[in-house]
């Protein structure tokens, strides 16, 4: 099995780097990007015989405590088969 988590800066929190890029695509040619919003993933191989609810709660707690600093930021985590 396998984890993929995404971890993202807060809509409150200010994303120099995915302004950089907006700022970059308007100056291609592309006037309709109104706003975009830079992330980070991580894919995390679980060993066999886990259960599914073990691997999600594992993974939820390492994504808080570890991955994402969730004062600024936010994650979401999939399971993957």
Avoid: C, W
Avoid at 50 to 63: F, L, S
Wanted: charged share 30%.
């Amino acid at each position: 099995m396998k984890a993929r988590v995404f971890v993202s800066l807060k809509r409150t929190v200010l994303d120099p780097q995915g302004q950089t890029v907006r700022a970059a695509l308007r100056s291609l040619g592309y006037p309709a990007i109104e706003d975009v919003r830079q992330g980070k993933f991580f894919d995390i191989a679980i060993a066999g015989g886990v259960t599914r609810e073990q691997a999600q709660k594992d993974i939820e707690t390492i994504a808080h405590d570890v991955l994402a600093n969730p004062v600024i930021e936010e994650y979401r985590v999939e399971l993957l088969d």
